[in-house]
């Protein structure tokens, strides 16, 4: 049965994002395929129609003062495109240059869910169900390590629709062994989820946030511990 090929995501972000005339804006690609691989990434940055202004996952430029129509150009390798556009407005003013702050990242937006159902076991847990929400093209990791895992490490991009991760549906896992979710996307906060499997009680679960690279997550600030909760 043959699958319908999916079109790419375009998404971008830029920095800084309050930037001023004659300072330099730094544009970078979240696009991807779904279902595949990207063939190009094309950049309009001066609303003329032309993606001829730069190429790949990143660009700088600087604009001057007013609103300025950016456009990004995504196109997978069976020719399907998908065209990003965002109005960036640029302050006047003349760029100070300082020491430079550590960067705050956004939180992936919608902040990814992570949902685990089952039946508790006389030596742990079946699992019915391990479904992932988050926004296209997150890099979404499961490890598994314990008894009844039925591998160690999966890793695939997020397509449109919720994730399911399949190979653990109707495993028994037996108390102690340990479930993780890892959701990441390039210059975003994402999500680890870890689930340990107990006997006779629920799994005992932990929600962090969870920097580019990172591999087991980290405490959230305190500005956002309440919109990176769990469910």
Request: aromatic fraction near 6%; include cysteine.
């Amino acid at each position: 049965m043959s699958v319908a090929n999916e079109a790419p995501d375009a998404s971008f972000g830029f920095f800084p994002r309050e930037a001023v005339s004659g300072q330099v804006v730094r544009l970078v690609s979240y696009a991807c395929d779904p279902d595949g691989s990207l063939a190009e990434q094309a950049w309009d940055l001066d609303n003329d129609g032309s993606f001829n202004d730069g190429l790949g996952d990143e660009v700088r430029t600087a604009f001057p003062a007013g609103p300025h129509r950016v456009s990004l150009r995504a196109t997978d390798k069976k020719g399907l495109t998908t065209v990003r556009s965002r109005v960036l407005d640029i302050a006047a003013g003349s760029p100070v240059y300082v020491l430079p702050r550590p960067l705050t990242l956004p939180l992936l937006s919608p902040f990814p869910r992570v949902r685990l159902a089952g039946r508790l076991t006389k030596t742990g847990a079946r699992i019915r169900l391990l479904a992932v929400r988050a926004p296209v093209c997150s890099r979404v990791t499961t490890r598994c390590r314990g008894g009844g895992c039925p591998f160690r490490r999966k890793s695939r991009l997020k397509g449109r629709k919720n994730l399911r991760i399949r190979a653990i549906q109707g495993k028994r896992l037996r108390a102690g062994a340990q479930l993780e979710v890892l959701i990441s996307k390039r210059d975003r906060i994402g999500k680890y989820t870890r689930f340990r499997i107990m006997r006779d009680r629920p799994p005992l679960r932990v929600d962090r946030c969870l920097r580019f690279g990172e591999r087991r997550g980290s405490p959230c600030p305190p500005s956002l511990r309440a919109r990176a909760g769990s469910e």
